[in-house]
């Protein structure tokens, strides 16, 4: 398995991509978890997701 | 009448209105961006995996009987198309374990529907996942009932 980008990730339906962006900057914006627990969150969901960025 | 999955996030979020607005708008354009009746299956398809019953319950009713009746044996039923068996493939792969979905499921869907055909896929899949395991959880969270 190929662990290198296979596609050009940027590349797809700009509302959509612009919409996926709006979501997120919503949801980590939100603060009823506090930073740390949010952060050691993040960390392991881009783990699980195998996510570089 | 039962109420909506939207009319239930509506209902959790409360007054946290702009994450409710960009949680239904990225849901919305996952339907748009890509083939409905594929997404449709795949949608059932986590429901099944994740064992959310009123999904399983709604899609059901909503996509062609033989392919739902087939679904858990979708690799070697005579309903599903290449495309749609190729993507049946990587949904599973997707859910169960996705950081380590070989390249041939990936390659197969891209080939078929172009690099950005597949990352519309793919970034649909995500949103159907989440707003399904949300859904699941909160259900499980704020109703106590069985989801």
Known sequence: MSRSQRVDSTGFNSLF??????????????DLVDPVTTEMVRLRCA???DCHT | MRESTSEFFERVLGGRTRVVKE?????????EVTDKEILGLCKLRIAMILGCESEVKSMGKQLNSLKVSDLS??????????LEKSCLRFTEEFIID??????DSAFAIRDDLGDEGFVN??????????????????????EGVKV
């Open chain 1, 17 to 30: 991509r612009e919409a996926l962006s709006r979501w997120q900057e919503e949801v980590v914006q939100l």
């Open chain 1, 47 to 49: 783990e699980h997701h």
């Open chain 2, 23 to 31: 949680l239904g708008n990225i849901h919305d354009l996952a339907w």
């Open chain 2, 73 to 82: 044996q979708w690799p070697t039923s005579n309903h599903f198309s290449d």
């Open chain 2, 98 to 103: 996705v950081a380590s979905i070989p390249d």
């Open chain 2, 121 to 142: 896929f793919v970034n649909a899949l995500l949103v159907i996942e989440q707003r399904m395991r949300l859904l699941i959880v909160w259900q499980k969270m704020f």
